[in-house]
């Protein structure tokens, strides 16, 4: 396996707690282009393109694994198939994966828990969870200051609760976020109780 070659050459390149997932979307501007139409962040806009999922060392950097050309009905299992695929060659998912809330369904959340894998993703955010959030009394966040972190805004307020997703079984932690140089809360959800508060902030941040 090229992985494993690889890791034994320069084992560094593979030490990291977190593997980040993302989906990229490649533009292609031809007249008769038959590929779906994506949403670019770039462009601010769906064209046709290619959509891609990447998938990071969350300490090196290193690519890990990339499939192209993903059908718009497929891409919300594509997490599912780096697992099969980090599976095949690793033998097992000993990383947390770190991604966006777009890239798969709560139903794939389950799946994950299932298997033992543990996840860092953003929960959407609705409305009345946006309200909840503002409503909680100062006494009840936590004050965490990331000094490890550097970035403008790596002191902020933290909240954290036990929640079910909806049309699963899945209990997960979620972790809302407020006073981050963000106008609204940020939710995270994760299936792993056993990280701290401060190094959950850190794995996502780092992402």
Sequence with gaps: KFISHMESIYPEYYQGETINLDFHSIPHYGENSKMDKNWVGARHQRLKSALTLFAQDGESRHLLYANTDIDRKDESNEILNFVNYWVDV??????????????????????????????????????????????????????????????????????????????????????????????????????????????????????
């Design 90 to 207: 690793k033998g097992v998912v000993e990383q947390t994966l770190v991604f966006d809330s777009k890239l798969t369904t709560y139903k794939n959340l389950e799946e994950l828990d299932d298997m033992g894998i543990k996840f860092i993703t953003l929960r959407r955010r609705g409305k009345n969870i946006i309200e909840d959030a503002k409503e909680r009394p100062d006494n009840e966040w936590i004050k965490v200051n990331l000094k490890k972190l550097k970035r403008k805004h790596n002191k902020f307020k933290m909240y954290e609760e036990e929640i079910k997703l909806s049309r699963t079984n899945l209990i997960v932690r979620q972790v809302v976020f407020k006073d981050h140089g963000r106008e609204e809360p940020t939710f995270l959800i994760t299936n792993n109780f056993d990280i701290k508060l401060e190094t959950l902030a850190l794995q996502y941040a780092n992402r």
